[in-house]
């Protein structure tokens, strides 16, 4: 693959590696480089399609939206990748719309290496998002507590008074 | 001598080679180079620092000075580069080259030559913007004692001279005269202490030529189409407005920063150099100069706060800060974070209202016609940027600036209106949807194509996008109800009560339950072949090319069935995509597949939107269809809603994308066939390398050349249709005499507008077309007047 230029501030590449990316660093980073897809994350799991297509459909012609799904509900678990045709698209909504809101919550965009069949399931060992397991606030739009902090939470109410 | 060893002991004395010296060089000065070293002394001079800028200034001189003998071109080259790139900083770096002519003469005289060298490159290379920057450093060297006054109102005349050759647009004469206008207010002073009777004949010379100018270009620029409050000026006659005043001011202005004033006593014993003569290249028919501009206006001193005085419209601080905010944007437009704290950051010097000035700039960057300067999404972030950083007093300028365009909407350019809601709605979605909804409840009881109406409603269209029917709904107060979009649901009419007497309604059953039990493409098309050809309500169809009831059977179901989300309707799309292909092979048959896509989805304008965007990239349509399909009968009650103009112009660049790729292409195939040629003729060894050969090279013009009237083809189409309904309704109204300029109207003639302003670069390829064709003489007058300002945006 060709050396790309480094594209520069709010576009260039975060610190975040995909630790299950099959290959090595550096292929990695070419690929994240080159690619016209991006990660969101911090979404809402009520946030739709649809929504996050006006949102990325400002920035320029979004080609596909495969949303992130809890591995055991099959239900939106609060990511998604959007591709986009070109490059230069995917680097306007990296600049002009990571930090801000969409349905109430400020979301996340990172590059992605591009979307492969299974990257839609969340990688929790109970079907969503990691960090949905650890997470100690309340945040109702992904579903309460934390997986492991409701469970605690469950546990004590159940031990009768 | 092996490379690689002399490589290795490159450190050592007997090295001589030029990559010896410059490892030497850099060693020496302990890894930094020198080179990289002054370009970031130069370029951060005049930032903010702890010690004064005129003690900056002074030492940077002094060691640029020792410098020269051995660095003077990159020296030059750089402060060159500053000159276009940092014109925020101009008076800084022409006082550093004052400085450095003080010290050294030849060295000044130099600078000044490859500056003159950039400029005549700048001039025939179109560059007119960094020209621009170019001329005003050259005046400003005037203060700075580099130059003399005689030899710049020289080049001055030059400049103006050009409004009187003949046969010439008059955009050329508009730029150099405002080349010369708009670095006045530089050297103005010091030309009228110095050469006042020569700097009167410049301004008269312009004077002469502005109250001549052609203003027919006028009314397709304007943000607003009355002038009430505040006139949106033209860009020349705003700025001569301004210079006027300043002249009567004796040409004192209030806004420069201007650093050689400290340096006086040094600049003055100086020695000054003669500018050459610097001749405009003359006129081509290549040559692209910039459009004409209208100068927006939203705020005067009345609308802020007291205690701050905003800068009259013909005020010359107003020009030279709203010029400086303009170039802090275009500075920073990838960066929204930088660009929201460096505007906030602005040196005002005297008591200025910085946010509404701020505000104001943006607005008219957004506003701007034909094009915004940057994408819509750029402004809508910024701003949010901006009130994140000051949360007590931006959120309050904006509140205050939104009403002030509604207020005015009812004159304002419909292109605006649809930037105004885009731009609102996103805002919006980024503050909880809170608004003051009440203050504009007037609006439940106009007439839906009333502007302020339209305007409501399309915003809650846009936030329905953004989040859901609910969301919405519960946002605004009970009374606007009216103007609340339906649930965006779709429709499909063979499961709908009384669906057992239609036509279709048992194959589309049977259909249902094969797709669902995944039956192959031909499976479906079989089911569907005894279906006669009728229209869905019965009626026979007289055309074999399409059958409509099948259409609609097998396309409604389709998306019915794959009507969950964008990626299930995508899915079956994909799958069934050879039967859409066949059911619409030819022309009405694609109208009537897209007239179904309207049956199913008119309550979401985004399934609409997002879909025939896909049929269009999987060629089950083509442009001219979504174009006539638009324009059809069943749409009419549709016309004025803004997604059929989403859907228009997104159709008209795609086909322009299209042509574009095609032609890199056969670019490409060219300079490669070229390319192998000149190394037959070197002699040199050709290799395994992929080139194209002339058959491949025609089959490619062919495609191109066929792409490109389909273009022709598809404007034709568009101006055509537009021109039949404007002439329908202005016939109707003659008839029954009852005014024609009705909201509709209003709305229709500028979506026609549109056409030719957003896609203007593309329109123009096809003018004379356009003239023979269909903007003839003959045609409505108000029709014309469009085509005719569209012309004189060039002329």
Redesign the interface.
Known sequence: MSKRKHP????SLSQYRDQHFRGNRHEQEQKLLASSTLYIGNLSFYT????I???FG??G?VK????GLDKVKKTPCGFCFVEYYTRSDAE?AI???NG?????RIIRTDWDTGFKEGRQYGRGKTGGQVRDEYRTDYDEARGGYGKMLANKIRRTSDVPS | MDRRRRRTDSMSDDEDDDRGRKRRRIATDGGVDIEDRLESLITRVGEKSTSSLESNLEGLAGVLEADIPNYKHKIMKILCECVVKLPEKLTVYTTLVGLLNAKNYNCGGEFVEMLVRNLKEALKTGEFENARMMVRFLSDLVNCHVLVAASLIQMYDSFVEVTLEDNIPQVRSDIYVYLVLSSLPWVGRELYEKKEKELDAVLSTIDNYLSKRQKIHLPALKAWSNDGPHPQEEYLDCLWAQIKNLRNSKWIEKQLIRPYLAFDSVLCDALQHTLPQIIPPSHNKSMTYPLPRVVFRLFDYTDVPQGTVLPGSHAIERYLIEEQLNRIIHTNN?????CAAALLGYPAKNKIPLNYMIVEVMFGQLFELPRSPY????Y??TF?ELCKLQPTSMPEVLAQASEMLFERIETMHSICIERFV?WFS?HL??F?YRWSWDDWAECVEMDPNAPKSKFVREVLL?CL????HQRVSESVPDSFAPLLPPEPNPVYRYEQEGAGSLPGTTHAHKLISSIKSKCTPDEAAILLKDLPNQYPNGQENENPAFNPLKIDVFFATLLHLGSK???HS?AALAKFHPNLKSLAEFDDGKVCLLKVLYETWKNNQ??MV?LV?KLLRTEVVDCSSVANWLFSFEMQHDFTSFYVWEIMHSTIKKMSRHVDQLQHEVDEAHDKQEAVKRKEADGLDLGDEDVPSDEAIERMEEKLEAATSAQKNLFLVIFQRFMIVLTEHLARCESASVDYNTPWFKWVIERLQQVFLVHHELVYRYVSTLELLLFTSDIDIHILEVFQQFCALRS
């Open positions: 520069s501030g709010a576009a739709s399609e649809g929504q297509h006006e949102l400002r920035a012609d596909r939206i495969v949303m306007v600049r002009y719309i801000t809101r969409l349905d109430d | 990838l960066e929204r974070k930088e994408i819509d999404l750029f809508g972030a949010i885009m996103y979605s980024n909880q846009k996008r953004f989040s859901y989300s964008i990626s995508f985004q399934m997002v965007d």
